[in-house]
């Protein structure tokens, strides 16, 4: 069963650059029709999908989002990463990295964004 784990700051500070990792492990990131994801969920709110990383290294994103966010993978550590740049407190969430098929979640890391 392949399992995923987010790492990185829980605490930023505005303007500054979210940086998240999701390291993989039971699965390759580059198996065929595998799509890994960022999702976050902000307090109080419901789930925002963010982007995602195909098995191909293509991307896609969120039309709110786009402007300020970018996935890239690194296939020698089997991981894949968000950068989310300026950001504000209302950037304050819940991260959680997503695969599918198969639907397998990290377990989510709470970054802070303070003003």
């Known amino acids: 069963q392949v399992q995923l784990q987010e790492s990185g700051p829980g605490l930023v500070k505005s303007s500054q650059t979210l940086s998240l990792t999701c390291t993989v492990s039971g699965g390759s990131i580059t198996t065929h029709y595998y799509a890994w994801s960022w999702i976050r969920q902000p307090p109080g709110k419901g789930l925002e999908w963010m982007g995602v990383?195909?098995?191909?290294?293509?991307?896609y994103y969120s039309p709110s989002l786009k402007s300020r966010t970018s996935i890239s993978r690194n296939t020698h550590n089997n991981q894949f990463s968000l950068q989310l740049r300026s950001v504000v407190p209302e950037d304050t969430a819940v991260y959680y990295c997503h695969l599918l098929p198969g639907g397998s979640w990290g377990q989510g890391t709470q970054v802070t964004v303070s003003s």
């Open positions: 990383i195909a098995y191909d290294g293509s991307t």
